[in-house]
């Protein structure tokens, strides 16, 4: 149990999605560089990793 109600966790995998998004939008503006290599985000595990640290 982690104490955040699941009102909240929807709301914050809904706000990171957005976020997701909005991220790769800018990023698609940005020239590629070979020395960096590019992952995919995820949208609905990234929010769970950041609120719950689950991996």
Do not use: K, Y
Not at 13 to 32: I, N
């Amino acid at each position: 149990m982690n104490g955040f109600s699941d009102a909240f966790l929807l709301e914050a995998e809904r706000h990171a999605a957005w976020g997701a998004a909005q991220l790769e939008a800018l990023t698609a503006f940005l020239p590629d560089d070979p020395q960096v290599p590019r992952a995919g985000i995820d949208p609905v595990t990234l929010p769970r990793t950041l609120v719950t640290g689950a991996a």
